[in-house]
T-cell receptor
């Protein structure tokens, strides 16, 4: 596969469940990002990893926990979510951080529904 | 605060031209991006402007005026496949990407 892939594409979970979202990029990039996209709202940057090190955490609740074991893989661990967390979660990558390169490549997203 | 404004929705006719505007107020400026996002799909990069003027890329052009905090995306010879949301985003002085809420473009035959 090429580009940025995300699994699962759709996820329905209860508020007491624990689940994980997975993102994989096959582009040789060094920076990876998690975004939340809610209907009719701007993309919200959640986390940034640059060379496997977390460089941004934009006041995201602790019920979202990122993990970046290597520069090709990014996870978002979810636990005790709220219904308002229902959204499309997008993963993206770029060759280097935004300060050095400009274009981000996005995965297709995981549509999360919290019941 | 930082803000990106773009129209929520626009409608245009196949074969016509449409201009999608984006105005921004940000702390500093290091470039402006346009992305296209089809329903249920990933956003894809369209253009990047950091200097004033018009950048043309096939049927799509992007314009920037830094003094006015303004950009537009111009789509010519519209095709049905151009129906999508168009996202404007600005890279601020801290190299944070500030996103607009997107403009949903509907193309009618």
């Amino acid at each position: 596969e090429t580009g940025v892939t995300q699994t699962p594409r759709h996820l329905v979970m209860g508020m007491t469940n624990k689940k994980s979202l997975k993102c994989e990029q096959h582009l040789g990039h060094n920076a990876m990002y998690w975004y939340k996209q809610s209907a009719k709202k701007p993309l919200e940057l959640m986390f940034v990893y640059n060379f496997k090190e977390q460089t941004e955490n934009n006041s995201v609740p602790s019920r979202f926990s990122p993990e970046c074991p290597n520069s090709s893989h990014l996870f978002l661990h979810l636990h005790t979510l709220q219904p308002e967390d229902s959204a499309l979660y997008l993963c993206a990558s770029s060759p280097e951080s935004l300060a050095d390169s400009y274009e981000q490549y996005f995965g297709p997203g995981t549509r999360l529904t919290v019941t | 605060g930082q803000n990106i404004d773009q129209p929520t929705e626009m409608t245009a006719t196949e074969g016509a031209i449409v201009q999608i505007n984006c105005t921004y107020q940000t702390s500093g400026f290091n470039g402006l991006f346009w992305y296209q996002q089809h329903a249920g799909e990933a956003p894809t990069f369209l253009s990047y402007n950091v200097l004033d003027g018009l950048e043309e890329k096939g049927r799509f052009s992007s314009f920037l005026s830094r003094s006015k905090g303004y950009s537009y995306l111009l789509l010519k010879e519209l095709q049905m496949k151009d129906s999508a949301s168009y996202l404007c985003a600005v890279l601020d002085s801290n190299y944070q990407l500030i996103w607009g809420a997107g403009t949903k473009l509907i193309i009618k035959p």
